[in-house]
Every structure is written in C-alpha cells, then in structure tokens.
C-alpha cells in the first residue's frame, strides 16, 4: 500500500534486522523501527509496535529466523527464541503458524533457511489478502455501506490486509463503497489505523462509537460486515477484535450478512471449537487511560476513568459459526463450518 506515494509493506527485513512500521504512533506520526534481535523484534510484537494477525505472524517469522541467526556459538539459543517469540501474544494463530514453519525451515536447513521461509511466508501472506480482496470484492454492490471492527486492513497484515481487502478491490474497480469504522475501544484500532488507511487510499469512511452500530444497522444504513479473524476454530467458531461478537449478533438480527475475511494460516485445524481459543486479557490501563494529541500536537496520556476503580480487558471475543455467513480466504468463500476441512487441503509451503 502507499503512504504519501510510496509503497509499503508492514514489516520486512533487510539484512538481519527487521523492519517495521510503528503502529502506537499512527494516525499522528508515520515512521518506521528497525529491530536487530530476536528479542526487539519478539518486545515489538508485545507492546503492539506491530499488531493484527497476519502482520504479527511475519513479524514472529522473522523473529525466529533471527533466532537462527543469532545462535553462533550458542546451540541452544534458537529453541529460547522460539519459547520468546511464542509468548507474545497468545490469540493470533498465524503466530503459531509461522514460527512452526521457520522453526521446522532452520532445524532442517540453517539460518539461510529460517530466513527463506520466513520472506516465503510474508510474500503467502501479501498474495493471500491480495486474492481475498479479489473474492471478496465481488460481495460488494456499488456504493455500498460496509460495516467493519478494528482494523484488518494492509497494517494488520503485510500488504492489502483482509476485511479492507474487498473494498480496495471494489474501489480499484470503480465502484465507490462507503465504510462505517467502529472505534474500536480500548485500543482505538478503527479510530487510529482503519479510518488512517482508507483516507490514505482515498475511501468514503465514517468513524462511529463502538455503541452506534446497531442503531446504523436498525436504520438500514448498513449493507454488508466485513471483519477479520485472530483464529478461527476447525468449527468455524472466530476469535476477532472484542466487539465483533456484538456486531454478529446484531447482523443476525437484522438479516445484514456477516463475513469473515481470513487467510487459510488463520485457521487452527487443531481447535475443535471456539472454547477452545486462547483470549488475550492485556491490561486495565488500556481502559483506565487514553492516548491522543492535544491541539498543539502534543502526544499525551490521560486517564478517563476515576482513581482507584479496576477494569478487565479481553482483547478478544469469539463469534459463533452460525452466526457467520461465510469466511473469504484466498481460495473463495466457504462455510464456516468448512473451515477445518479447508485447513487441513490448503496450507502452503515452501
Ligand atoms: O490486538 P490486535 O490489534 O493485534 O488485534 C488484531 C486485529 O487487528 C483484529 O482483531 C482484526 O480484526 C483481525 S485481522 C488481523
């Protein structure tokens, strides 16, 4: 995607060190970090630098492919990396997805190997939203008001991004879409980084407090939802941003159809079923305070909550099969229920 005209991926490496754009500092400043270990890259991943499934799971991939590279004189050095990379974020599958597949590429082969895969993997993942958006696109009327929560769109994945996908694609194709961006608390994902990318590309959107969907749903003021995915079940069961079980709920109510847009690597083939996903609970403070800029561009943190109350977090909720139309993967539209039979014929190596 291109920033201010220039393209970019998400994250990439050159050399040794990984690269990537910082996401805490959008939609107010553009920049990009390079991280020269294991251990930076793996501290990017926690503090959310990098965020959203598919960008996670390259960032992770180079991550343990620096491990590899790290190792001289040290054997044991790549298995601790694996153990760092692993615990970052527990939710997103393409984590797990990724670190197996250069774990398994450098056991075999070396550093040279990790690091093959891993790039092989970060290529997957841009090809892979690329052909999502062309499938998906089609779902999209012209000027159709699509609804979507927190952000999967080029900057949750290494190019193009998943539930964003389609509208590009529609857009490219001259149809003139319109966007509904739910905010996305605690974290802002739809206010700071959905809201940024399609102004970027030039698309109709509207930001919208989380509480409102519904009442755009009611007022028949929304066409279609589209969102991403964190892990989906064999079931068809999706972990996804915490509000996306609200949004599915409501679209069932109101007969608005309802998709997923995920690649295959999403898919856990070995989670029987959403009980089974692991939910990220991250900290209090996410909600207890909030990051901005004053009207002088000033970054600040301020507390919205009174002193001493306590707050949870799940970063996650997890949206029943029945409640989803169909998931939009790189190789069509399947059923939810599919999505274990569609794990299991369509992972890809190198
Ligand atoms: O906590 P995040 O920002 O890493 O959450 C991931 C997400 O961006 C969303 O849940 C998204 O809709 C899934 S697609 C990457």
């Given amino acids: 995607m291109k920033v201010n005209g220039?393209?970019?991926?998400?994250?990439?490496?050159?050399?040794?060190?990984?690269?990537?754009?910082?996401?805490?500092?959008?939609?107010?400043?553009?920049?990009?970090?390079?991280?020269?270990?294991?251990?930076?890259?793996?501290?990017?991943?926690?503090?959310?630098?990098?965020?959203?499934?598919?960008?996670?799971?390259?960032?992770?991939?180079?991550?343990?492919?620096?491990?590899?590279?790290?190792?001289?004189?040290?054997?044991?050095?790549?298995?601790?990396?694996?153990?760092?990379?692993?615990?970052?974020?527990?939710?997103?599958?393409?984590?797990?997805?990724?670190?197996?597949?250069?774990?398994?590429?450098?056991?075999?082969?070396?550093?040279?190997?990790?690091?093959?895969?891993?790039?092989?993997?970060?290529?997957?993942?841009?090809?892979?939203?690329?052909?999502?958006g062309e499938f998906g696109g089609a779902l999209i009327a012209d000027h159709a008001n699509i609804l979507t929560h927190c952000n999967a769109g080029w900057l949750a994945f290494v190019d193009y991004g998943t539930a964003l996908s389609p509208i590009y694609h529609a857009h490219a194709a001259g149809k003139s879409p319109r966007v509904w961006v739910d905010e996305t608390r605690p974290r802002g994902q739809g206010?700071?980084?959905?809201?940024?990318?399609?102004?970027?590309?030039?698309?109709?959107?509207?930001?919208?407090?989380?509480?409102?969907?519904?009442?755009?749903?009611?007022?028949?003021?929304?066409?279609?939802?589209?969102?991403?995915?964190?892990?989906?079940?064999?079931?068809?069961?999706?972990?996804?941003?915490?509000?996306?079980?609200?949004?599915?709920?409501?679209?069932?109510?109101?007969?608005i159809p309802f998709y997923i847009a995920a690649p295959i690597a999403t898919i856990d083939a070995n989670c029987s079923n959403g009980n089974a996903i692991p939910i990220e609970e991250r900290s209090a403070d996410e909600v207890l305070w909030q990051q901005g800029i004053d009207q002088q561009g000033q970054n600040h943190t301020i507390r919205v909550a009174a002193e001493g109350v306590s707050a949870r977090n799940p970063a996650f909720d997890v949206t029943p099969a029945t409640l989803i139309t169909g998931i939009i993967t790189e190789q069509g539209i399947i059923a939810a229920s599919d999505a274990g039979k569609t794990a299991t014929h369509g992972s890809r190596s190198s």
């Fill in 6 to 132: 220039t393209h970019y991926r998400t994250v990439w490496m050159e050399n040794h060190t990984v690269q990537m754009i910082e996401q805490n500092r959008l939609p107010f400043t553009f920049s990009t970090v390079a991280l020269a270990t294991h251990t930076a890259t793996a501290e990017a991943i926690s503090n959310m630098t990098v965020r959203g499934a598919g960008a996670i799971g390259a960032a992770a991939g180079f991550a343990m492919a620096q491990g590899f590279f790290e190792q001289q004189g040290s054997p044991a050095l790549p298995h601790a990396a694996k153990t760092t990379i692993l615990a970052t974020r527990p939710t997103a599958q393409n984590l797990f997805y990724a670190v197996e597949k250069v774990w398994a590429a450098g056991v075999k082969g070396g550093a040279d190997a990790a690091v093959a895969e891993a790039n092989f993997l970060a290529d997957a993942d841009a090809d892979a939203s690329r052909c999502i």
């Fill in 191 to 255: 206010a700071r980084l959905t809201a940024w990318e399609l102004s970027q590309a030039g698309i109709a959107c509207d930001i919208i407090a989380d509480n409102a969907a519904a009442h755009f749903m009611a007022r028949g003021e929304v066409d279609l939802i589209i969102v991403g995915a964190d892990r989906i079940a064999a079931n068809g069961d999706t972990a996804n941003k915490i509000g996306t079980l609200e949004r599915a709920i409501c679209a069932n109510h109101f007969n």
